[in-house]
T-cell receptor, first 111, second 115 residues
């Protein structure tokens, strides 16, 4: 089936540092979504991307939909302790509403 | 004012039992989903219903039977529970926007432990 390769698998960074994670696929996707999951909670939508090349920000978060439609990245600037969690990318291909998820990036922040 | 809610939050049961998980959304969405998250946190879709009609059924054992009494509810019944069914089950809902694509919103999850 379709797969999204998400990297890095985990990050342990100093508070204040910028963070970058990405997702790649061998298939084209029409929608890219980025979610954050905190312990004991469900994934919460951070950013949705619908057009190739689109760059969207949500506070300190910025995400881009790759031009080839096969990749997306998420940047977090000036990380803070509450950024801790698992970040998932998810892609949707045309026709139908099935989302394929990456394996997640575990983010830990040292204060 | 919860958007997508699930009950119960925790479910501990013996192997072989039958159990149900309930999901409700008050977002007015027309599509609902069940996902399974395993111990490695990998999220995989199980089912999707649009306006009470099953549209996605991902090679899930037929011990799992979803039921959608109306657009706002999607329940999951599991027969003859097995150890491998232990996982977190998430409900989600979405609506298709004309210009943009689907955006899915998740519930808080049901943590199922089969002993």
């Amino acid at each position: 089936g379709q797969q999204l390769n998400q990297s890095p698998q985990s990050m342990f960074i100093q508070e204040g540092e910028d963070v970058s994670m990405n997702c790649t696929s061998s298939s084209i996707f029409n929608t890219w979504l980025w979610y954050k999951q905190e312990p004991g909670e469900g994934p919460v939508l951070l950013i949705a991307l619908y057009k190739a090349g689109e760059l969207t920000s949500n506070g300190r978060l910025t995400a881009q939909f790759g031009i080839t439609r096969k990749d997306s990245f998420l940047n977090i600037s000036a990380s803070i302790p509450s950024d801790v969690g698992i970040y998932f990318c998810a892609g949707q291909q045309g026709g139908g509403n099935k989302l394929v998820f990456g394996a997640g990036t575990i983010l830990r922040v040292k204060s | 004012d919860t958007a997508v809610s699930q009950t119960p939050k925790y479910l501990v049961t013996q192997m072989g039992n039958d159990k149900s998980i309930k999901c409700e959304q008050n977002l007015g969405h027309d599509t609902m989903y069940w996902y399974k998250q395993d111990s490695k946190k990998f999220l995989k879709i199980m089912f999707s219903y649009n306006n009470k009609e099953l549209i996605i059924n991902e090679t899930v054992p037929n011990r799992f039977s979803p039921k959608s009494p109306d657009k706002a509810h999607l329940n999951l019944h599991i027969n003859s529970l097995e150890l491998g069914d232990s996982a977190v089950y998430f409900c989600a809902s979405s609506t298709r926007e004309k210009v943009l694509g689907e955006t899915q919103y998740f519930g808080p999850g049901t943590r199922l432990l089969v002993l």
